[in-house]
C-alpha cells in the first residue's frame, strides 16, 4: 500500500511531462545539477529522494545526458517497508530523446530491476527479450524532466504529451495554471503551477485510488527546478519538497 512513496517524485512529477514534439524548446543546463528532496505523507517524513544529471560521452562519440536518482524510506517506512529504490536515463542531447533506462527497485518484498534500450530508428522499446512499439522520438520519465524545463509555460494553456513508462505509453495533459509565490522551509519560491492529469495511466498501491491529478511547482525561471510536488491519494496526501540543490 506504501510502496512507491519514496520515488513518487520521480514517477509524478517526471513521467507526467513527457512530449512527442517539442516546440520552442532551448537548451537547459544540466551538468552538475543535483536536487535532494524529503518525501512525507500525513505530515510525516517517509523518504528522502534525489536526482543528479551530468553530461558524458559514450563509445560512438555521441553526447548523452546521464540522470540517477535514488528514493530512501526512512523512519517508521522502514520499518513497515524498506526501501531503496535507484534509476538511471541516458538521454541524446542532439537529438533529445530516451536510449536507455535501468530500474533497480527494493520495496519490501517487492524487487525489481529492468533495462530498458531505445531504437528510435525502429520506433521500438526492448525490455529483458520482449519488444515495445513506442512513439517517435520516446522519452523516458527522466528525459521528459529535461524537456519540462526546456519549455516556455504560459498561463491558461494546456499541453497534451506522449510519454512512455512501464512498457506503455501515456497521453498526459497538463495544465499551466498560475504563478504563485511559495515558501518551503526558510526558502521562498517565485513558482510556476502545473496540474498534469494522468489520462489512461495504471498506477498501483496507494496511488491507484488517487484522483489522478498532480500539482507541480515549478522555478519561474529559464532552469524550472521542481520544488514541491503533492497528490491526493487513497489516505491523505503525498508531498514532495526541495530542501537542497547544488548547480553549477
Known amino acids: 500500500m506504501i510502496k512507491n512513496l519514496v520515488l513518487c517524485f520521480v514517477f509524478l512529477s517526471t513521467l507526467i511531462i513527457s512530449y512527442s514534439v517539442i516546440a520552442n524548446a532551448r537548451a537547459v543546463s544540466v551538468e552538475g545539477d543535483k536536487f535532494e528532496y524529503e518525501i512525507s505523507w500525513l505530515g510525516i517524513t517517509a523518504g528522502y529522494g534525489s536526482i543528479e544529471s551530468s553530461i558524458i560521452t559514450v563509445e560512438d562519440g555521441r553526447r548523452v545526458i546521464y540522470i540517477k ?5 526512512t523512519g ?3 520499518v513497515i517497508c524498506k526501501i531503496r529504490d535507484y534509476m538511471e536515463s541516458y538521454i541524446d542531447m542532439e537529438k533529445q530523446y530516451s536510449l536507455k533506462c535501468v530500474k533497480d ?11 530498458t ?15 515495445i512499439e513506442i512513439l517517435p522520438e520516446a522519452k523516458d520519465p527522466f528525459a521528459c524532466l529535461y524537456y ?32 504563485e509565490t511559495i515558501k518551503i522551509g526558510q526558502n521562498i519560491y ?4 502545473i ?13 491507484e485510488a488517487g484522483d489522478r491529478k498532480i500539482k507541480v511547482w515549478l522555478t519561474d525561471d529559464e532552469r524550472k527546478i521542481p520544488v514541491k510536488v503533492q497528490m491526493k491519494i487513497t489516505f491523505g496526501s ?6 537542497d540543490s547544488e548547480l553549477p
Open 69 to 73: 536518482a535514488r528514493g530512501d524510506s
Open 76 to 78: 517508521m517506512l522502514s
Open 105 to 115: 527497485f527494493k520495496e519490501g518484498f517487492y524487487k525489481k530491476k529492468e533495462t
Open 117 to 131: 534500450r531505445f531504437n528510435q530508428e525502429k520506433h521500438e522499446a526492448y525490455v529483458n527479450e520482449k519488444t
Open 148 to 179: 519540462i524545463r526546456a519549455q516556455k509555460l504560459v498561463v491558461g494553456e494546456t499541453l497534451i504529451f506522449n510519454a512512455y513508462d512501464n512498457r506503455k505509453n501515456h497521453v498526459l495533459r497538463v495544465k499551466v495554471l498560475k504563478k
Open 190 to 193: 517565485k513558482t510556476i503551477l
Open 195 to 207: 496540474e498534469p492529469v494522468l489520462e489512461g495511466l495504471s498506477l498501483e498501491g496507494v496511488l
Open 238 to 243: 503525498i508531498v514532495i519538497e526541495l530542501i
